[in-house]
Protein backbone atom coordinates (compact mmCIF):
# COMPACT_ATOMS: atom_id res chain seq x y z
CA UNK A 1 0.00 0.00 0.00
CA UNK A 2 1.47 3.15 -1.27
CA UNK A 3 1.63 5.61 1.44
CA UNK A 4 0.56 9.77 0.85
CA UNK A 5 2.76 12.45 2.24
CA UNK A 6 0.38 15.05 1.97
CA UNK A 7 0.25 15.38 6.00
CA UNK A 8 3.81 16.77 5.75
CA UNK A 9 2.24 19.59 3.39
CA UNK A 10 2.42 22.88 5.47
CA UNK A 11 -1.28 23.48 4.82
CA UNK A 12 -1.43 20.85 7.57
CA UNK A 13 1.20 22.41 9.88
CA UNK A 14 -0.31 25.85 9.24
CA UNK A 15 -1.63 26.54 12.77
CA UNK A 16 0.51 26.00 15.12
CA UNK A 17 0.40 23.28 17.94
CA UNK A 18 -1.17 23.45 21.48
CA UNK A 19 2.63 23.65 22.76
CA UNK A 20 3.23 26.77 20.90
CA UNK A 21 0.46 28.89 21.73
CA UNK A 22 0.85 31.39 24.37
CA UNK A 23 -2.10 32.63 26.07
CA UNK A 24 -4.08 35.85 24.22
CA UNK A 25 -4.00 39.23 26.65
CA UNK A 26 -7.52 39.72 25.54
CA UNK A 27 -10.63 37.30 26.33
CA UNK A 28 -12.05 35.86 22.84
CA UNK A 29 -15.01 36.06 22.32
CA UNK A 30 -17.59 33.53 21.93
CA UNK A 31 -17.35 31.01 19.13
CA UNK A 32 -20.40 32.28 16.41
CA UNK A 33 -23.60 29.91 15.70
CA UNK A 34 -23.63 27.44 13.11
CA UNK A 35 -25.07 29.16 10.33
CA UNK A 36 -27.26 26.39 9.48
CA UNK A 37 -28.90 25.93 12.73
CA UNK A 38 -29.43 30.25 12.68
CA UNK A 39 -30.72 30.50 8.92
CA UNK A 40 -32.05 26.60 8.09
CA UNK A 41 -31.03 25.14 4.56
CA UNK A 42 -33.63 26.82 2.94
CA UNK A 43 -31.95 28.55 -0.94
CA UNK A 44 -34.12 31.66 -0.41
CA UNK A 45 -31.71 32.22 2.71
CA UNK A 46 -28.18 31.51 1.43
CA UNK A 47 -27.63 35.02 0.00
CA UNK A 48 -28.86 36.27 3.92
CA UNK A 49 -26.61 33.65 5.29
CA UNK A 50 -23.49 34.41 2.98
CA UNK A 51 -23.94 38.05 3.59
CA UNK A 52 -23.78 37.74 7.13
CA UNK A 53 -20.48 35.30 7.06
CA UNK A 54 -18.90 37.83 5.30
CA UNK A 55 -19.72 40.76 7.47
CA UNK A 56 -18.56 38.52 10.28
CA UNK A 57 -15.14 37.75 8.18
CA UNK A 58 -14.91 41.59 7.69
CA UNK A 59 -15.57 42.84 11.30
CA UNK A 60 -12.77 40.14 12.47
CA UNK A 61 -9.97 41.14 9.72
CA UNK A 62 -10.76 45.03 11.69
CA UNK A 63 -10.98 43.67 14.83
CA UNK A 64 -7.43 41.92 14.00
CA UNK A 65 -5.91 44.60 12.36
CA UNK A 66 -6.48 47.58 14.54
CA UNK A 67 -5.31 45.04 17.09
CA UNK A 68 -1.84 44.97 15.58
CA UNK A 69 -1.67 48.48 14.94
CA UNK A 70 -2.49 49.54 18.72
CA UNK A 71 0.29 46.52 19.52
CA UNK A 72 2.44 48.35 16.58
CA UNK A 73 2.48 51.80 18.28
CA UNK A 74 2.71 51.00 21.87
CA UNK A 75 5.80 49.10 20.78
CA UNK A 76 7.45 52.05 18.22
CA UNK A 77 6.50 54.75 19.94
CA UNK A 78 6.24 58.02 18.13
CA UNK A 79 8.06 60.94 18.78
CA UNK A 80 7.83 64.22 17.74
CA UNK A 81 10.72 67.10 18.26
CA UNK A 82 9.92 70.20 19.10
CA UNK A 83 11.02 73.01 16.68
CA UNK A 84 13.31 75.49 18.16
CA UNK A 85 11.77 79.22 19.08
CA UNK A 86 12.60 82.14 16.05
CA UNK A 87 15.03 84.22 16.71
CA UNK A 88 13.18 87.70 16.96
CA UNK A 89 15.17 90.71 16.70
CA UNK A 90 12.31 93.50 18.07
CA UNK A 91 12.89 96.94 17.44
CA UNK A 92 13.04 99.39 20.12
CA UNK A 93 10.82 102.28 20.07
CA UNK A 94 12.34 105.56 19.23
CA UNK A 95 10.78 107.07 22.76
CA UNK A 96 10.21 105.28 25.79
CA UNK A 97 7.65 107.79 27.13
CA UNK A 98 5.48 106.75 24.30
CA UNK A 99 4.94 103.72 24.87
CA UNK A 100 1.52 102.99 26.59
CA UNK A 101 -0.75 100.28 28.33
CA UNK A 102 -2.35 99.70 25.24
CA UNK A 103 0.32 98.24 23.31
CA UNK A 104 1.34 96.00 26.55
CA UNK A 105 -1.95 94.63 26.09
CA UNK A 106 -1.89 93.92 22.53
CA UNK A 107 1.52 92.11 22.66
CA UNK A 108 0.52 90.28 25.19
CA UNK A 109 -2.74 89.15 23.47
CA UNK A 110 -0.34 88.64 20.43
CA UNK A 111 1.33 86.33 22.48
CA UNK A 112 -1.45 84.20 23.70
CA UNK A 113 -2.24 83.73 19.99
CA UNK A 114 0.96 82.89 18.63
CA UNK A 115 1.33 80.34 21.84
CA UNK A 116 -2.06 78.53 20.79
CA UNK A 117 -0.95 78.83 17.36
CA UNK A 118 2.22 77.06 18.07
CA UNK A 119 0.22 74.29 19.92
CA UNK A 120 -1.96 73.83 17.13
CA UNK A 121 0.55 72.69 14.64
CA UNK A 122 2.34 70.64 17.17
CA UNK A 123 -1.03 68.94 17.57
CA UNK A 124 -0.87 68.50 14.10
CA UNK A 125 1.82 67.64 13.55
CA UNK A 126 2.06 65.35 15.96
CA UNK A 127 -1.53 63.67 14.77
CA UNK A 128 -0.10 63.70 11.34
CA UNK A 129 2.60 61.48 12.40
CA UNK A 130 0.32 59.19 14.36
CA UNK A 131 -2.00 58.50 10.92
CA UNK A 132 1.23 57.66 8.75
CA UNK A 133 2.31 55.50 11.14
CA UNK A 134 -0.97 53.79 11.54
CA UNK A 135 -1.20 53.84 7.33
CA UNK A 136 2.01 52.04 7.54
CA UNK A 137 1.11 49.55 10.36
CA UNK A 138 -1.95 48.76 8.68
CA UNK A 139 -0.31 48.02 5.02
CA UNK A 140 2.07 46.36 6.51
CA UNK A 141 -1.01 43.97 8.27
CA UNK A 142 -2.34 43.60 4.82
CA UNK A 143 0.86 43.11 3.34
CA UNK A 144 1.67 40.08 5.82
CA UNK A 145 -2.15 38.79 5.85
CA UNK A 146 -1.66 38.57 1.74
CA UNK A 147 2.05 36.82 2.06
CA UNK A 148 0.22 34.05 4.56
CA UNK A 149 -2.79 33.81 1.76
CA UNK A 150 -0.68 33.60 -1.37
CA UNK A 151 1.71 30.76 0.52
CA UNK A 152 -1.43 29.20 1.60
CA UNK A 153 -2.74 28.94 -2.07
CA UNK A 154 0.26 27.48 -3.65
CA UNK A 155 0.03 25.03 -0.74
CA UNK A 156 -3.12 24.03 -1.71
CA UNK A 157 -1.96 23.96 -5.34
CA UNK A 158 0.93 21.72 -4.37
CA UNK A 159 -1.58 19.42 -2.60
CA UNK A 160 -3.89 19.18 -5.59
CA UNK A 161 -1.60 18.39 -7.67
CA UNK A 162 0.20 15.77 -5.90
CA UNK A 163 -3.49 14.47 -5.53
CA UNK A 164 -3.73 14.36 -8.98
CA UNK A 165 -0.80 12.72 -9.85
CA UNK A 166 -1.56 9.88 -7.25
CA UNK A 167 -4.62 9.25 -8.89
CA UNK A 168 -3.12 8.97 -12.51
CA UNK A 169 -0.77 6.86 -11.08
CA UNK A 170 -3.67 4.63 -9.49
CA UNK A 171 -5.46 4.44 -13.25
CA UNK A 172 -8.19 7.34 -12.55
CA UNK A 173 -9.58 8.14 -16.06
CA UNK A 174 -7.83 11.71 -17.08
CA UNK A 175 -10.97 12.74 -18.99
CA UNK A 176 -12.91 12.62 -15.21
CA UNK A 177 -9.79 14.34 -13.69
CA UNK A 178 -10.97 16.97 -16.14
CA UNK A 179 -14.35 17.27 -15.77
CA UNK A 180 -13.77 17.34 -11.75
CA UNK A 181 -11.43 20.33 -12.11
CA UNK A 182 -13.79 22.02 -14.54
CA UNK A 183 -16.11 21.10 -11.83
CA UNK A 184 -14.66 22.38 -9.14
CA UNK A 185 -13.01 25.57 -10.93
CA UNK A 186 -9.65 24.20 -10.66
CA UNK A 187 -6.98 25.81 -12.97
CA UNK A 188 -4.36 23.17 -13.87
CA UNK A 189 -2.09 25.71 -14.56
CA UNK A 190 -2.09 27.11 -10.90
Known sequence: MEQSNLYKQTLYSYYPSAE??????????????????????KPEQIEQMVAHELQLLKTHYANEEQRYVDQMILENPITVERRPPPVRVEAEPADPSTTTSTSTTTSNSSRDVQRQRAESC??????????????????????????????????????????????LARGFNPAALERMRQNFGVDPSG
Open 20 to 41: LVQPLPLPLPPPPKKPSLVYGN
Open 122 to 167: RKSRYNNKIKKAKLRFRHKFASNKLLESTELLNCMRNVIAQAESQL
